[in-house]
C-alpha cells in the first residue's frame, strides 16, 4: 500500500471531530488494507510502530528532527527552527519546506505503509557509537521520498504526535464494522461484537494483532485469544467514591485496603523467567531486578499473573519515599544497580489474575485474594500482601484508613468482595478514597521563565484537559506552587526539550507531561480556551504511569464544575 493512501486517511481524520465518522473513516481503511500490511496499518493509526508494551522507543528529540529536516530540504536548521515557530508543529514544518524545498531531488522512489513502518522500527534498533548520525539520516532519506503531506505525518509519527483525534475506542469499533459486522445484526448482537473485541483487546494490548485475527477468523477467532505470558494484558481501575460510609451502605461487608504511593506493578512469572509492566503497560523488567528477584524467591507458582504497588523506601528513615523519587528507576536506562542500592524497594502484592494456565477474572475478590495468599511466600518488608482490613463498621474503616494515611499512603481502596475483575473502570469493584478533594490530571502545555530567584527556570505552567473528540489540549489554569527547588529544576530540564515556541518569558510546550493537581475551586473563564479555570492549582504529583491521552478530559472538568457546593 502507498504511504499517500494512509496519509489522505489521516487528512481526513484531523479534520472531523465525530467519533462515527472517523469510525467509519477507519473501517472502510481497514477493509482495504491488504492482511499481510493490516497489522502495520492498525498499529500506525495509534501513532506508533510498536505495540504499548515494547521495550523499544523512537527517542527522537525535537532538535534532531529539525536536523533532518534541514538536511532533506535544503533549508538551514536556523531557518527551519523559524518555520517550527511560526507553525508550532514540526509536522507542518515539515510540509512546508518540502513544499519549497532548496534542493532539487533527481531520484525518488513513492513511500510505501511497509517502508515508513520498518525504516521508523529502525530508528529504535540503531545504538551505539555514530547512532545520532545513522538515526538522522534515516529520517533524512524518509523526508527526501516524501510528498509533502507525507512528511507532515511521517514527522508526526516519529514524534508521536499524530493528533488525529483517534482514541482506542474507535479503532477498536473500526475493526467491528470492518469485519465483524453484518447488516442484519441487532443492535444487541452489535454490541456483543464491541465486547468481544474489548475482550480481546484487553488480552492482547496489540491492535495490529485483534485486526488480523478479526480479518482472518472473525469473533470466534477473538474469542479465542489467550494470555501469553511476556505479553502485558490490560488492568482493572477504580473508581473514586464520595465516602467510607456511602461504599459500605451499598455493598455492606467490603475489603478494605492500603492505597499506597507507589507504582502499580503488573508480574507475570513463566518458571524462572519474570515481567514487569507498569499501569500503562510499559516492560520496566530491567529497571527493577530486585522486584525480579522477590518474584523469583516470593512467588510459588510456575505461572503466574499478580498485581501490587511497589514503593521506594527511605534508606535512612525505612519509610516510604513520594512517588516522584521511585520514578526516577521507571525511567533510567543506565546505572541500574546504583539506583538499586540508593532507592531500595518494597512490593505489596494484592491480587492474582492468572495461575498455572487458568484465568481468574471470573472469580470474585474474596476467592482471588485466598488464592494470592496461597502462592505468595512473603519476604518481610519487601515483598507482602497489601494490608487489609475486611468490615463492614464505618468506624473501623476510617481508623484503617487514618492509619494508610499516618503511614504516608494516598488512601485506601474499598473492594467489593464478590466482584470480578473487569478491565478498566467499572462500578461495583473497586473504589478509592483519598483524603483531598477531587484532583485532576491535566497536561503542560506552556509555561513562564521566572523572575529573581527563579530566573533560570519555567517556574510557571499552564495546564490542559483533553478534548476527546479532537484530540486537542484546551488550557484550564496556571500553576506555579507546591514544588521545591529541587522539583523546579527537573520540571525545568524536562520541559526545556519540549519547547516548541518562545515568546519573550511565555514559552509553549509540546504537550507530553501529566501532573495530577488539587485546587481548591473551578470557575468560568474567558480567558482560557476551555471556558473554565482552576482556583490555585497546585501540584500534587507528576504523573510518570500516564501519557497526554490519558489526562482527564474537558466533561470531567466540566463535572467537577456543575458538582460544587452540593451536599454530601
Known sequence: MEYSILSDVYEKLESISSKLEKTHILADLFIKTPSDELPKVALLVTGRVFSTYSEYELGIATQ??????????????????KKFKKTGDLGLTAEVCIKSRKQVILFKRKLTVDTVFENLQKLAYITGAGSQDRKLNLIAELLVSAQPKEARYVVRTILQELRIGVAEGIIRNAIVEAFLYKKEMSKEEKNKMIATAEYAWSIVSDFGEIAKIAKEKGADGLKKVRIQLGKPIQVMLGEKAESIESVIKDFGKVAVEYKYDGVRCQIQKK????????????????????????????????ECIVEGETLGIDIKTGLPLPFQMLSQRIHRKYDIEKMVKEIPIQMHLFDVIYLDGKTLFDKPFKERRKILKSIVKPIPKKFELAKQLVTDDVKKANVFYQEALSAKQEGVFLKVLDSTYVFGRHVDGWYKIKPIMETLDLVIVGANWGVGSRTKWLSSYVLACRDPNTGSFLPCGMMGTGLTEEQFKLMTDTLKELIIEEKGREVKLRPKIVVEVAYQEIQKSPNYESGLALRFPRLIRIREDKGPDEADTIERVNELFKSQGRSG
Open 64 to 81: 534532531m528532527m529539525i536536523k533532518a529536516i534541514s538536511k532533506a530540504t535544503g533549508f538551514s536548521s536556523e531557518e527551519v527552527g
Open 271 to 302: 518458571n524462572d523467567k519474570v515481567w514487569v509492566y507498569t499501569r500503562r503497560l510499559e516492560d520496566v523488567t530491567k529497571q527493577f531486578p530486585d522486584l525480579v528477584e522477590f518474584c523469583k524467591k516470593g512467588l510459588k507458582s510456575d
